[in-house]
């Protein structure tokens, strides 16, 4: 089972940005993709966004594309959520995940279910 730890949370005035940080333990952590999820107070949890074991095929959810962006760095079993231009409804606890599921269908990378492990999350608040 492997760790996940984020880091890089804080509160940020709005048109701010963020750099998060997701460690994850174990040596096989280039094997497998990861993602970003989200969950505002009150609200269910969604997705943010995604990254292959290679770095080569990401997906980023509509409400932050262009303004987010995911990288990894496999020699450091890191993952990265660079967020610019932060708005009030960014605020959110943000979770990083291993995606240890299915690949099949369009859309496999926003199903939870698909995401074996999960850190314990990081608190991000946009003030306006």
């Known amino acids: 089972q492997v760790q996940l730890v984020e880091s890089g949370g804080g509160l940020v005035q709005a048109g701010g940005s963020l750099r998060l940080s997701c460690a994850a333990s174990g040596r096989t952590f280039s094997s497998y993709a990861m993602g970003w999820f989200r969950q505002a107070p009150g609200k269910e949890r969604e997705f943010v966004a995604y990254i292959h074991w290679s770095g080569d095929n990401v997906r980023i959810a509509d409400s932050v594309k262009g303004r987010f962006t995911i990288s990894r760095d496999n020699a450091k079993n890191m993952v990265y959520l660079q967020m610019n231009s932060l708005k009030p409804e960014d605020t959110a606890t943000y979770y990083c995940?291993?995606?240890?599921?299915?690949?099949?269908?369009?859309?496999?990378?926003?199903?939870?279910?698909?995401?074996?492990?999960w850190g314990q999350g990081t608190q991000v608040t946009v003030s306006s």
């Open positions: 995940a291993r995606h240890a599921g299915s690949f099949s269908g369009s859309y496999f990378y926003l199903v939870e279910s698909n995401y074996d492990s």
